[in-house]
């Protein structure tokens, strides 16, 4: 059974950096497609980040500051978010496969102003 468990969510300043983990367990993310989205209130689920084997895209609103990786001895992936804002504000959900694929339960990121 897929499995992905996010951490790392919580409560920053605007400015502040905050790093997201994403484990995986019954599937290995060496060469999935993985990918980070988020919903922020009363607004819909977005793409945020995906790493395809050691290629990485990003959403405009996020380029340049988040950078996505991977650790491949610890089936996780991870995204370092810099210079947050407000905006920012929004459960990042964990995504392997696409959207037809396995989420994780999603954390809460806030970034307060």
């Known amino acids: 059974q897929v499995r992905l468990v996010e951490s790392g969510g919580g409560l920053v300043q605007a400015g502040e950096s905050r790093r997201l983990s994403c484990a995986a367990s019954g599937i290995s993310t060496n060469f999935a497609t993985m990918g980070w989205y988020r919903q922020a209130p009363g607004k819909r689920q977005v793409f945020v980040a995906g790493?395809?084997?050691?290629?990485?895209n990003y959403a405009d609103s996020v380029r340049g500051r988040f950078i996505m990786s991977r650790d491949s001895a610890k089936n996780t992936v991870y995204l370092q978010m810099n210079s947050l804002k407000p905006e920012d504000t929004a459960v990042y959900y964990c995504?392997?496969?696409?959207?037809?694929?396995?989420w994780g339960q999603g954390t809460q990121v806030t970034v307060s102003s």
């Open positions: 790493l395809a084997g050691d290629t990485t």
């Open positions: 995504n392997i496969g696409g959207p037809f694929g396995t």
